[in-house]
């Protein structure tokens, strides 16, 4: 399985950006894919997820109201759609995948995933 995360780049406070994850190497019928962030110095946290199972989404409280996870199945990507964006929102997101049923306490939860994608830098100026 290769995930290729994209959509990256600078951007001002209160602009937006897509982030896309392409998967491939098999078919994804029952997934959940997430999207995490580690900014400098930080540890790596929880940003989004989409469980295909019951087209659960889930968001951390920074993001929510301001970012949307939407899946395309005939393309086998899954989006993060960032609104007004802020400068703590500077990362190095990830995307990540499940190929596994999963329950909602392990959504957040960085080993709950099987594979990572290489990352796509945001950066947001003040």
């Known amino acids: 399985v290769q995930l290729q995360a994209s959509g990256g780049g600078l951007v001002q406070t209160g602009g937006s950006l897509r982030l896309s994850c392409a998967a491939s190497g098999r078919t994804f019928n029952d997934y959940t894919m997430g999207w995490f962030r580690q900014a400098p110095g930080k540890e790596r946290e929880f940003v989004a997820s989409?469980?295909?199972?019951?087209?659960?989404?889930a968001y951390s409280d920074s993001v929510k109201g301001r970012f949307t996870i939407a899946r395309d199945n005939a393309k086998n990507t899954v989006y993060l759609q960032m609104t007004g964006l802020k400068a703590e929102d500077t990362a190095l997101y990830y995307c990540a995948v499940r190929l596994r049923r999963i329950i909602n306490s392990q959504l957040r939860t960085i080993s709950s995933y099987d594979y990572w994608g290489q990352g796509t830098q945001v950066t947001v100026s003040s």
């Open positions: 989409f469980r295909r199972s019951d087209l659960n989404t």
